[in-house]
Each structure stands twice: as structure tokens, then as C-alpha cells.
């Protein structure tokens, strides 16, 4: 009798806690915040970049990582690398007006508008004169884009680089029309009758804050790839909450990096896709807060003995779950010219991802040497954070091991997220924990992690100077063969590994946790699963 | 009468303007500045910074924005583009209201019945458990509590939505939730003033005349024991109307509460300036009604 009764309770908690909804066309997803704004102009945050991805079709697009057409059909670059003539197909807004090479212009000439302000107008400065006609220096007429003909259209890059193409796969570049943005001005893209796509859905009912419906665009070039009819994002959905939905049917798809919340999924047979997402730092800033934690800062071997003294697999251990303790820039799943890129391009010094104290105390040594200083005049640093748990835990670790390790005392300074900008504005900081996105195409891209140290870049925060690093950053930028490119990613990762710029802890994983039946084909590192061209199992 | 409240009116007006030149100043003391992302350049910084005016000196900024306020206009966020103060109020603040409302009349029901029955039985069994109740109500943090039940409730009895917001089962606990507070302070100060009236001569009176203990109660110590729960009514529908940060957080509810604490930490001017606003309208609005009703029931406090 009792068997019976433990092998009833067994199996009502097996039906209670299994994945119960089978996939369909429709998913629900968690969406952690509100989008601020769907204008592909002032689109900036997570959030907002899907919904915009979903929602329009630029003339590239990027799917499962590799650049594939979007409304432009084919493209032919010129032999100098700088000219790309993009060959339009015919295709439709999704209320079936028709969609042309002007539409296009416009939408481009209206993000770099000067009046405008608009806050992702620099993603269009890869164009030739974008940047002195937004800033009133150039005419309109002589920016890079020319629409020849209805269906043609051609755009004059600054560089010749590998990375235009891909940076027209950017949501800044999405196409708005014409009327409906003149019309409604700023508020264009705040709510869902105030904006127009071309994407694989479009927008059905947008309740702020709450639930957004987006329906499959019948009139999207490409309807056929789409299976979702229907997709339901379910806003300020995160953590604990997520759990409890996915649980509890309510929800499909949702995003974690905290193994808190993953792996209860992971026990209740959901569905995991996960990939790299961002690199995590503790920054130096190597011009210091001050002249005294300046001088420091910016000695190498004093930098070095920092990075020795940190123990990455037991912060990965205690602090920082669910993520990998980095020994290079580059991350595993970065690719190469055919493989990954940490085969074809192996590193002999790797960061360390245990302290290696002896070691680290021999630099600090040779620093204080060079330095003609003593241990008892270091100065004690500060180190700056948004004021969250996560940062606050993992900055009392680093202050742990440095000083044990080192003798060097640390001082957290937690702030808000504008002050703390702020701060590091006026460079009122000495370390600045944050994470950096992995790049568009690579750590070299303008949006990746080497060009935070570019010294041609009056933006770059941290002081560092190297002018063969920057010479190899320029290399990268403008390669138009991919070897060239990874040739300079390479040295510029070993440049970066010795003479350490920046305390790299480790690389982000993100995990997406999935019903069965619904399989994910593509995911952005920015920003997560590609829900449009989500996939139903048969 | 009519003098009180045309008094009262005008103080209430001065308040709100008062309010509103200290929070315009106090928000431009705060250190940072919207505009200031390091993934944006600056020169384009500075484009964004001069669409929304910010790129003037401070009164010149502080003299346009009471301008507009005069004509009705509480501006344009700056994080959510292209939408104005306005609409965000309009939308969020009915979901706040409806949820602040359920509670209000849930936790005013229960916390009255408890007081009640806390001074009826006074340092008896009743009144300490209630009073238990009432210390853990006030004790356990929205927090620790909505969490808990929306654990038990929605996951391990499904008997209730986890989250969401729409439908009257996912009103339920959210509304419990905020209102468990509000019950717990209500039972105190009830309690204390039934304790209050029951010592009165009147009381005595009625009850040595022979009048029934329940008529005693809803007679003669209720109607008296009220007039000082009133006081406290104003700010108190204010503060559950204008939503829980964390309550609306905990249940997924799309209220203004949130708003409240993200408008500071993103520098979001005219949000904060305009949610502080409607805040202080709101609470100086409720108080004054509050004012109007004392006075009217009591007539005393007119004439002082």
C-alpha cells in the first residue's frame, strides 16, 4: 500500500513539474524589461534591439552568425573596398505599401539628422561625411548613400573594412517610412500604432510594462522561414519570477545567467541553449583618480602583479556562478577563419586563472623598484561599481585578494547607475567593474572590447596608450580579407594579455531556457534568441 | 466653512509649488547627467543634451518647465523616447489606483475588525494573537512575504497566477500583499483608540443603562473611535494608490510604483519631476478632503 501511495505522489509531482504545454506557433517569452523605445534611431537597449530586429529587415541581416541578405538581395563591393552598391528586392512594408532604395536613404540621412539628436546616430559614422553632417560640418548631399534607381542603392563607406557590411546589420540601419516618421515625430516608435515595419512580425497590441503581442508579417519577404504565428513578451519578467512562470506554464522562453535559476530548469527537462555573451572586467584606469593612484596604475608590472594575485576559478567558484574563468581575450566560442579562433590562434602566456601569489609579489617587487617607492606608499585605490549585490560580492573578493596577496588595501565605491557614469566620466575612479559586450563581428569591432583602448578614440575611457596596439587596431578595422583582420585580433590579444590594460575575470555565459518542441536557430551575443525565426519541432 | 476650505486651498497650492521648485533644484543637484553613456559619443552627447533643453543654465530650465506646468504640461520623458509624463501617469496610475484600492478596502475592513475586537478583549487571548498578527504585518517586508506566497499559492497549489495583471485571481495576492501593512497599523491604532473611548463617561453610561454590548460597541465607541482613524486616511490613500516599486515588482503588475525609483536613478528629469508632482497633488488633494471631513465632523477644529 505504501509503494502504491509513494509511486501515486511520484508520479502527480512528475506531472506537476514537467514542461506541460506542448510547443506550438505561439510562444510566451520573459522579457526583462520595458523597451524604451522602438525607434530604430533611438533603439539602445536590449529590449528594445529585439523587438526592433523582429519588427523591420535592414538590407543585411544577421542569422546563426553569418551575414545573410535581407532586402538586399545581392551586393557587389568595389575594388577598393569602400563602395558597396546594394540591388534591392522587390518587397513591402508589412501594410503592403511598397519598400525602395529612398525609403532607405531616408532612414539613414534621418538618424544622423543634427537636429534630431538622435541617440544611435553614431552607429551611422561608418559613412562617408555622416559624422560632419551630424555635427554641421557637411551637406547633406555629401554623405555616403545615393539612391541610383528605385531598387539600387549605393553606400560610400569612411573605411574598407570587413566590418561595414555587418555594421548595416545593425538596428540603427532599419528602415522607417517616411510619412509616419514625419508625422509623429519623436514619438515615433512609442507605441504600436506608431510605427511601420518590414520584419518577419509585426507589432499587434503593445501594453507598456505588461504584455506585447507581435503576429507574423504575412507580407515579409521571407514569410515562409517563419513558423511563429505568434509571439507574447511578458515585460519586468526575470529571476525568481521566470522560474515561477516556466513552471507554471505561463511563460516558454526565458534568458538567465545566474545558475540559481537555470539549473532548477535544467532538473524540470526544459530545453538550454547558451552562449557567450560578455567579458567581465575590473577596468584600470591607468591615469588614476588621482596623481598619487596614477602613477601606480600605470606602471606594467605593477598591473601585472594585480592580475596575478586574482584567483578567477574560485571568484567562479563563489562569486561569480555560472560563469568561466577567462585565460584570454577572445573567448572559446569566437570564430576564426574556419574553426574557432582559440585553435588557430593559440596564446604561450594565458591569463592566469588561479592566483599565483609568489609570482605576483616578484612584480610588485620590480614595480615598487621601478617606481623607487616603498610597499607601505602605495595608496589605497577605489574601486567604482553600479551599486547591485552581484558587483558588490565580486569586488569584495578582488579587495580580499589583493590584499592578502599584495598588502594593497581597496576602497568599494558604490554608486548609482548615472553617477557612476559620471564618474567614470571625469575619471574619478581607479578600477571599474563592469562587463563589455563581445563585439559585432570580433573583439575589434568599433561596439567590441579592443577598441575601449583605442587611442585615436576621444571616447576611450581608460588611458591607455600604445601605439603599436592602436596601429594594429587600425589594421583590423580596415582589413578587407579576414586574415588580415585575425592576424591583428591576434597580436593585439597578446599585447593585451602582457601588458595588462584591464583586469579580465571572466566570459559571461547566457543561458536560454526553452520548452521542448521549440528549437532556438539563432542567437545574437548582444542580444539573445532570434524569436522571429524560432523553429517548431514536428 | 467656506473660508476654512478657500483657506485650506491656498495652502494647499502653496505647497505644491514649493514642491515643485525644491524638487526641480534638488534633481539638478544629483551627480551625472542623463545623456552620459560611454557606448555614445560625446559630440553626440551633447546633440541629445540640447534637444531637451539641458544644455541652458538651470533657471533659465527651471523658468521654461514652470511655465509649461502652469499650462498643463509635465514635459517628455527623456528615457522612454517620444513619450510624455502624462501619458506614463495615465497609464500606469490606474493599475496602481485599482490595485491600492482593493487593498485599501480589504486592509480598512480586516484592520478595523481586528482593533475592535483587540480592545474588546483586551490583554486576553484574542487581543494577543491578534496582535501578533499585527507586529509580523508591519515586521515582514513586502518583500519576504509576496515572494512566499506567491511560491505557495501559484506554484505548489496553483491555485492563483504567478504573475500578470488583468484578471481578478491575479489581483488577489498582490493585493493582500499591499494591504497587510496597512491592516497591521490599522488594528494598532484602532485598538488604541477603542481603548480610549471605553474608559469615557458615555460609554459607562450606556453600558449601566443596559444597552447591549454590540450597541455599545457600533453606538457609541465605534462612531467616537473613528474620528481619529480619520487623520491618518489621507496619506494613507495616497501611498497605497500610488503602487509598491516592490509589490508591483514581486507580482509582474505594470504600475507607476516603479517609476518612482527608476526616474531618480536614470536622471530622467521630467519624470521625476512630474511623478512628484502628481504625488504631491495627490497627497496634498486627499489630505485636504481629509481636512474638510474632520472639520465637518468635528466642528471644533474649524473654529481653531
Request: glycine share 8%; charged share 20%.
Amino acid at each position: 500500500m505504501k509503494k502504491l501511495v509513494s509511486l501515486i505522489l511520484a508520479l502527480a509531482m512528475l506531472v506537476l513539474t514537467l514542461p506541460a504545454l506542448a510547443a506550438g506557433t505561439t510562444l510566451t517569452w520573459a522579457r526583462g524589461y520595458e523597451s524604451t523605445s522602438l525607434d530604430p534611431a533611438e533603439s539602445a537597449d536590449d529590449e528594445s534591439n529585439n523587438i526592433v530586429s523582429y519588427l523591420t529587415e535592414g538590407l543585411v541581416r544577421i542569422l546563426e552568425g553569418t551575414l545573410v541578405p535581407g532586402i538586399a538581395e545581392s551586393w557587389e563591393i568595389s575594388d577598393a573596398g569602400d563602395v558597396c552598391t546594394f540591388h534591392l528586392r522587390q518587397s513591402t512594408w508589412s501594410d503592403g505599401t511598397p519598400l525602395n532604395a529612398q525609403d532607405f536613404v531616408y532612414s539613414f540621412m534621418r538618424l544622423i539628422d543634427p537636429e534630431a539628436g538622435h541617440s544611435q546616430a553614431a552607429t551611422g559614422f561608418c559613412v562617408l561625411n555622416a559624422e560632419a553632417y551630424n555635427q554641421g560640418q557637411a551637406a547633406p548631399e555629401d554623405v555616403g548613400y545615393r539612391a541610383v534607381d528605385d531598387y539600387t542603392l549605393e553606400v560610400t563607406f569612411v573605411s574598407s573594412g570587413l566590418e561595414n557590411l555587418y555594421l548595416l546589420a545593425d538596428n540603427a540601419f532599419r528602415p522607417v517610412k517616411k510619412e509616419l516618421a514625419e508625422s509623429l515625430g519623436e514619438t515615433y516608435g512609442s507605441d504600436a500604432d506608431k510605427l511601420l515595419g518590414n520584419g518577419p512580425m509585426k507589432m499587434e497590441s503593445w501594453l507598456h510594462e505588461s504584455q506585447m503581442v507581435l503576429v507574423k508579417n504575412e507580407n515579409y519577404w521571407n514569410r515562409d522561414a517563419i513558423q511563429m504565428e505568434k509571439l507574447v513578451g511578458m515585460c519586468n519578467v526575470s529571476g525568481d519570477t521566470a522560474v515561477e512562470m516556466m513552471m507554471t506554464d505561463m511563460i516558454d522562453l526565458a534568458s538567465f545567467s545566474d545558475p540559481t535559476y537555470y539549473t532548477q530548469l535544467q532538473d524540470l527537462g526544459f530545453d538550454e541553449m547558451t552562449y557567450t555573451n560578455t567579458d567581465q572586467f575590473i577596468h584600470i584606469n591607468q591615469n588614476g583618480r588621482n596623481e598619487e593612484t596614477g602613477r601606480f596604475l600605470s606602471n606594467v608590472n605593477f598591473r601585472r602583479a594585480l592580475s596575478l594575485a586574482i584567483d578567477r576559478t574560485a571568484m567562479v567558484n563563489t562569486v561569480m556562478q555560472g560563469q568561466t574563468p577567462a585565460n584570454r581575450v577572445i573567448d572559446p566560442d569566437a570564430a576564426g577563419l574556419e574553426g574557432r579562433f582559440v585553435d588557430e590562434y593559440p596564446v604561450e602566456n594565458t591569463i592566469n586563472v588561479t592566483a599565483e601569489p609568489e609570482k605576483a609579489r616578484e612584480y610588485l617587487a620590480l614595480a615598487l623598484e621601478e617606481l623607487g617607492a616603498t610597499e607601505d606608499q602605495i595608496p589605497e585605490f577605489s574601486m567604482l561599481c553600479y551599486d547591485t549585490q552581484g558587483n558588490l560580492t565580486k569586488l569584495q573578493a578582488v579587495q580580499d585578494m589583493l590584499l592578502t596577496v599584495l598588502g594593497i588595501r581597496c576602497a568599494i565605491d558604490p554608486q548609482p547607475i548615472q553617477q557612476m557614469i559620471a564618474k567614470v566620466y571625469s575619471s574619478d575612479f581607479d578600477f571599474w567593474t563592469g562587463g563589455m559586450a563581445i563585439g559585432t563581428v570580433d573583439a575589434a569591432s568599433p561596439d567590441g572590447v579592443f577598441a575601449n583602448w583605442d587611442v585615436n578614440d576621444p571616447d576611450a575611457l581608460f588611458g591607455y596608450g600604445n601605439a603599436e596596439y592602436a596601429a594594429l587596431l587600425d589594421t583590423a578595422q580596415q582589413a578587407s580579407d579576414l586574415k588580415t583582420r585575425l592576424d591583428a585580433v591576434a597580436a593585439m590579444e597578446k599585447i593585451f594579455i602582457d601588458e595588462v590594460p584591464t583586469l579580465l575575470l571572466t566570459w559571461q555565459t547566457q543561458h536560454v531556457m526553452v520548452r521542448p518542441g521549440y528549437v532556438i536557430t539563432s542567437v545574437d551575443a548582444s542580444f539573445g534568441a532570434d524569436l522571429a525565426f524560432v523553429q517548431v519541432q514536428p | 466653512m467656506v473660508r476654512y476650505v478657500l483657506k485650506r486651498v491656498l495652502i494647499a497650492l502653496l505647497t505644491v509649488f514649493t514642491l515643485a521648485t525644491v524638487t526641480f533644484f534638488l534633481s539638478k543637484l544629483l551627480p551625472g547627467d542623463p545623456f552620459m553613456n560611454e557606448k555614445i559619443p560625446t559630440s553626440v552627447q551633447e546633440k541629445q543634451r540640447a534637444y531637451y533643453g539641458l544644455d541652458r543654465p538651470v533657471t533659465e530650465q527651471y523658468l521654461i518647465y514652470m511655465g509649461n506646468l502652469v499650462q498643463g504640461d509635465l514635459g517628455t520623458s527623456i528615457k522612454y523616447v517620444g513619450r510624455s509624463v502624462w501619458d506614463i501617469i495615465r497609464e500606469f496610475f490606474p493599475v496602481s489606483a485599482q490595485l491600492g484600492l482593493i487593498a485599501l478596502v480589504f486592509a480598512e475592513i480586516v484592520g478595523l475588525l481586528f482593533g475592535i475586537l483587540c480592545a474588546q478583549y483586551r490583554n486576553r487571548w484574542p487581543d494577543y494573537v491578534l496582535m501578533v498578527f499585527a507586529i509580523l504585518g508591519i515586521a515582514l517586508p513586502s518583500m519576504v512575504i509576496g515572494p512566499l506566497i506567491r511560491y505557495l499559492f501559484g506554484v505548489q497549489l496553483r491555485w492563483l497566477p504567478v504573475g500578470g495583471w488583468g484578471k481578478p485571481e491575479q489581483m488577489l495576492m498582490p493585493a493582500f500583499v499591499l494591504g497587510l501593512g496597512t491592516i497591521a497599523g490599522n488594528t494598532r491604532s484602532m485598538r488604541a483608540c477603542m481603548l480610549a473611548v471605553i474608559t469615557q463617561d458615555y460609554v459607562k453610561t450606556a453600558r449601566a443603562k443596559g444597552m447591549s454590548p454590540l450597541r455599545v460597541v457600533m453606538k457609541h465607541e465605534l462612531k467616537n473611535s473613528l474620528v481619529p482613524m480619520l487623520a491618518n486616511l489621507g496619506p494613507m490613500i495616497a501611498g497605497v494608490l500610488m503602487g509598491s516599486f516592490v509589490v508591483e515588482q514581486i507580482f509582474v503588475i505594470p504600475g507607476l510604483g516603479k517609476h518612482f525609483v527608476n526616474a531618480v536613478s536614470t536622471l530622467d528629469y521630467p519624470l521625476i519631476m512630474g511623478l512628484t508632482i502628481f504625488y504631491g497633488t495627490f497627497l496634498v488633494v486627499m489630505n485636504l478632503l481629509v481636512d474638510i471631513l474632520y472639520g465637518w465632523v468635528d466642528p471644533r477644529i474649524r473654529v481653531k
